[in-house]
């Protein structure tokens, strides 16, 4: 009887387990729709990453940003990047993330089910390498500076 239970905790378990990588996927989680997406990553995003997501938006050229910012079509980083890290930095600004603090905080402006089109629309954006299963570190951006 106890071999029994036991076996069937285990079943239960691995089930459980299961079921929280499936919800908590990128795919899973970044569900978005790519159209409703673009209209906000125009109305929102473009003055900063530009029409087609280059990072050379008119505000960033006319303001010469330093960093600049993110480049959403180089699938080198892009695809490398986790979606939960994605909204994070979307919804509570690059300073929340240790990236730019040029990045403003949109979670008082974007429902998350808007930050989820858009950032479906930023993924269409970007281009190979295709997603690895490997993210990045999250300071593999960063160059350290020399040791003085």
């Not at 699938?75 to 990047?81: D, E, H, L, P, V």
């Not at 403003?104 to 858009?118: E, G, S």
Request: with cysteine.
């Amino acid at each position: 009887m106890k071999k029994k239970q036991s076996i069937l905790r285990t079943v239960v378990q691995v089930a459980m387990a299961f079921g929280l990588i499936v919800c908590f996927s990128s795919t899973t989680l970044a569900a978005g729709n790519v159209k409703k997406g673009k209209r906000k990553y125009n109305e929102f995003c473009t003055p900063c990453h530009g029409k087609n997501g280059q990072g050379n938006g008119t505000r960033m050229l006319a303001e010469k940003f330093d960093p600049p910012p993110r480049n959403h079509t180089d699938g080198n980083y892009m695809n490398r990047r986790t979606d939960v890290l994605l909204f994070k930095t979307i919804k509570e600004g690059g300073k929340s993330q240790n990236f730019s603090h040029i990045m403003p905080q949109w979670k008082h402006i974007l429902k998350d089910k808007d930050i989820w089109n858009v950032l479906a629309y930023v993924r269409s954006l970007a281009k190979d390498p295709e997603w690895t299963g490997t993210p990045l570190p999250p300071d593999a951006s960063v160059k350290s500076k020399p040791a003085q």
